[in-house]
């Protein structure tokens, strides 16, 4: 079948809830792609901030072989050697105390708001806890993440979700007080929102939440899903900003492309909350998906993965930054590290489709910003490349 009709079998088939662009990928090599008919595209999406080490990375797709080989999958009625080694690993690199292993990140963030509700129930021997959220944040889609997803339109068809949360705006203070009731067990954040539009919180606005969390006993769950695994250059942006969360949540890049996310917890929290019996997954934390994440792990460290991001990351902003100045249509940038951002004062669908045809990948983050989310090996010579595509597809899409 050619690339034609392999998509119409997919509108077939599939469900229709994505509007796909219209490419059948089909193998992959460091920072590009090929599509089913060997057309190479430079990657500035990853997967959604996913396959990090790049594409067709041997010691780790070695280690997936070894595992497959040797054991698949266990239940968590068993212990496993891959998701001990991981869970060390993981423990250390986030600086938390306490993992369990999920298939996602949304139901990573399941498994925060049920031990910051736990939390709460077994500390006043009541239920009915509030969680504040963020406007504008994106925590996933199943019913517990969508309820604390700061995006109306995500949620509207899909009401009630859980009750009892509260609405707050990014970046203010004020707004987060005004939502605090004797009733609120968890405040709920992405450091950076990703995409909610590329938006890094402010260090102040996460001290200040910290100082409210520990004044009142309430826990704070960051979700580092997206702008953890050393994409803002550090392992997790808490670091960089030296505000700790009492729980943590991440996945994205954990696996690079195999699933796997995971919920933290400090000590602290974990002996005040969840307990056998109140929480499980039949497959997170298989001994497959933690090889991964295990080899992910190591790969960063050997790989001097961080030092990368925060040279290239430095480098992709300037760039961008040059973008901006250039061009009237580019409104601002915005972001850390190589999690980037750049807002568009018209829709960016154009320019993504103008950009594929050149043979670059670019994502979205909402209708008017680019998202660039490159593999965390990317060079400043990537960078380049990709510059001077966009600024071509800029110049036709927006500009005419
Ligand atoms: C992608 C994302 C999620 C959801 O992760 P899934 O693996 O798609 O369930 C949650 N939070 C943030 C910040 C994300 O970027």
Redesign the pocket.
Known sequence: MNMEQYIDRAEQDLLHVYNRYKIVLDRGEGMYLYDIQGKRYLDFGAG??VFALGYHNKEYNDALKAQIDKLIHTSNYYYNVPAIQAAGKLKRVSGMDRVFFT???????EGAIKAARKYAYRRDSSADHEIIAMNH??????MG?LAVTGNAHYREAFEPLIGNIRFAQFNDFQSVLDQVTDKTCAIML?PV???GGMRPAEGEFLKQIRALCDERDILLIF?????GMGRCGHMYAWQGYGVKPDIL?T??ALGCGV?I?AFLMTERTAQRSLEPGDHGTTYGGNPLACAAAEKVLDLFEKNHIIENVRETGAYLEQQLEGLRERHACVRERRGMGLMQGLEFTCPVGGIINAALERGLILINAGTHVLRFVPPLIVTKENIDDMIIILEACIRCAAED
């Open positions: 959604i901030a298939n996602s990140g949304a139901e990573a963030n944040s994106f925590h996933g889609r199943t993440a992405e929102q990703g995409e979700d580092e899903v997206q702008c949540t996945a994205k699933p996310g």
